[in-house]
């Protein structure tokens, strides 16, 4: 390929659903090489090492991710209803990711727990970042008066994030959507509780 910027997207396209589904340490460079049809040689020519390639493939994955959930947050008018469509996505999303593997945040962090900590420290910074943004919409809710003032807005958060997430491992290794589906009626029933 002659076009550098359309060789590196064609790398990260490929690399993500590997590296997403097999994992960082597991995939290969081989790997990657074979599903792009792309040499050794033009991969290094456009990376400078197979941790460069995963870490452009996870921010793409997680760019896909948060457009898709950014979309439907954007449909809705109020914090209940917001935290309800996020829901709504991921009750879609459990059984047809848009991304194989799954949640690319869920399995980032798993392997990258212990493992590998420059990865481990982009997973910290944007649960971080969701976190904060889930945080922002509560509490505008609250100031909006949408959602009750004694609302925990941090244990919320917390409950919430870590609830998605959770419930998304267990559908996934459970292979349906039920678990994720029960969670998502409890979230939704403590968000009525709390609306105004």
């Given at each position: 390929m002659r076009n550098p910027e359309a060789t590196r997207r064609l790398i990260i396209n490929k690399s993500l659903a590997l590296f997403n589904t097999k994992g960082y340490?597991?995939?290969?460079?081989?790997?990657?090489t074979a599903a792009t049809g792309i040499t050794k040689g033009a991969i290094y020519a456009n990376f400078d090492s197979k941790d460069e390639v995963a870490f452009a493939a996870f921010d793409y994955a997680v760019e896909?991710?948060?457009g898709n959930v950014r979309e439907c947050i954007r449909g809705a008018s109020t914090a209940p209803l917001?935290?309800?469509a996020i829901l709504?996505?991921?009750?879609?999303?459990?059984?047809?990711?848009?991304?194989?593997?799954?949640?690319?945040?869920?399995?980032?962090?798993?392997e990258a727990?212990?493992?590998?900590?420059?990865?481990?420290?982009?997973?910290?910074?944007?649960?971080?970042k969701i976190k904060d943004s889930l945080r922002q919409i509560?509490?505008?809710?609250i100031l909006e008066k949408q959602l009750r003032k004694d609302l925990n807005i941090d244990g919320f958060v917390m409950l919430?994030?870590?609830?998605?997430?959770?419930?998304?491992?267990?559908?996934?290794?459970?292979?349906?959507?039920?678990s994720f589906l029960s969670m998502s009626r409890f979230l939704t029933d403590l968000i009525d509780q709390y609306s105004l």
């Open positions: 340490q597991a995939t290969s460079l081989s790997d990657i896909i991710v948060l917001k935290l309800k709504h996505y991921y009750e879609e999303y459990v059984p047809n990711p848009p991304i194989p593997g799954g949640c690319p945040v869920l399995n980032s962090a798993v727990d212990d493992s590998h900590p420059l990865l481990r420290t982009k997973v910290v910074r944007l649960i971080a509560v509490h505008r809710g919430f994030y870590g609830a998605i997430e959770g419930a998304i491992m267990v559908s996934r290794v459970e292979g349906d959507k039920d």
